[in-house]
């Protein structure tokens, strides 16, 4: 993490700590003001400024969410998503993403490679084509009819952890931020639209052609306008399982708080695979269509940003069922 971000985040959190609201949310039942935009991980500040700034002005949640994750795509130090994402055990950058709107409007690619935006790409499918989720060779033949520019992905820091990887090439995904990551953002406009935006560059190492949870409607996010918005970062394949996002909003339609749902969703992982549940990490981050915040996952050590007029995008630890 950069200096001058780490300072921003302290001060951030020392404002927080400060207000109610930022208490409340770190107990896992506040209640903000729209607009909000909250979303997974630290790199969640620097995407959440991004998307800020079109909520700020009454833009629309859907505008802003693909803003944000923008930030972190076209970042190359970040090594879970676009530009610099780990590759997968053959070497190449796969990625992932979806996007979906107020009009459960949706568009996904999946194994994409080349382009630095896909969660762009994702829009433009959803936008422009009769169909939700493009794939492979298919995607990329998608993008570049599209106008996105064909670029190498992998940095030279990507290749020479891969290269390390593979003199012992064990896949082994590592709890938090080591191997794996996702961003996953949802966001409540100026006119109480909620829109949600999902895209990584999947686990490390994975066999060539693996899709996670992330391009998974349902699964990595899931946003409806009348209830609230849900996406899930971790281990995948353990999200796909339980429908993770969709579980998580219809949670909240029979009434659980954000906070509950997530909870309930974790435990749901955790009744299928006990013991498998105690060595992987998948969090989960909701807000409700009136402003309420929840998290939770199945380790310590998930943290999600929030930015709303009451909390200056900070950082909150998530609590965890281990
Ligand atoms: N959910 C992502 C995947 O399974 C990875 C992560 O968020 O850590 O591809």
């Known amino acids: 993490m950069k200096t001058s971000r780490r300072k921003f985040i302290q001060t951030s959190a020392a404002l927080a700590s400060m207000a109610t609201v930022g208490n409340l949310l770190a107990k896992g039942n506040a209640k903000v003001t729209k607009p909000l935009v909250v979303s997974t991980w630290n790199f969640g500040v620097g995407a959440n400024a ?14 802003a969410v693909e803003a944000g994750v923008q930030v972190p795509e076209g970042d190359p ?3 879970s998503v ?6 997968d055990r053959d070497g190449r950058v796969t990625l992932d993403a979806c996007i979906m709107d107020e009009q459960a409007n949706c568009g996904a690619v999946a194994c994409l490679e080349h382009i630095v935006h896909p969660i762009s790409v994702a829009r433009k499918v959803m936008e422009k ?54 961003i996953g953002m949802i966001a409540l406009d100026a006119n109480q639209n909620l829109s949600g935006a999902c895209t990584t560059s999947g686990m490390a190492y994975k066999i060539h052609g693996r899709v996670g949870d992330s391009p998974i409607i349902g699964a990595g ?31 909240m339609r029979q009434g659980n708080s954000p906070q509950q749902a997530c909870e309930l ?6 009744k299928n695979q006990p013991k498998k549940s105690k060595e992987i990490q998948v969090g989960f981050l909701a807000i409700s269509k009136n402003g309420e915040v929840g998290a939770y996952a199945l380790q310590k050590g998930f943290t999600y940003a929030v930015y709303s007029n009451e909390i200056p995008n900070t950082i909150f630890n998530a609590k965890s069922f281990y």
């Not at 970062?233 to 353990?238: A, D, I, K, L, S």
């Open 221 to 251: 996010l899931f946003v409806d306008n009348e209830i609230g918005a849900a996406t899930s970062t971790g281990v995948g394949e353990e999200v796909i399982r339980i429908c993770g996002s969709h579980l998580v909003v219809e949670l």
């Open 82 to 87: 676009g530009l610099g994402g780990l590759p």
């Open 77 to 79: 130090k970040e090594t």
């Open 50 to 63: 991004e998307a800020w700034k079109v909520l700020s002005k009454n833009g629309r949640a859907l505008d």
């Open 265 to 270: 969703a974790v435990k749901r992982i955790v």
């Open 129 to 182: 084509t009769p169909h939700v989720m493009l794939v492979g060779d298919g995607a990329l033949q998608f993008a570049l009819a599209n106008g996105f520019k064909k670029e190498n992905l992998l940095t030279e820091e990507s290749e020479k952890a891969w290269k390390e990887w593979l003199k012992k090439a064990e896949y082994k995904p590592i709890a938090n931020i080591e191997n794996h990551d996702t």
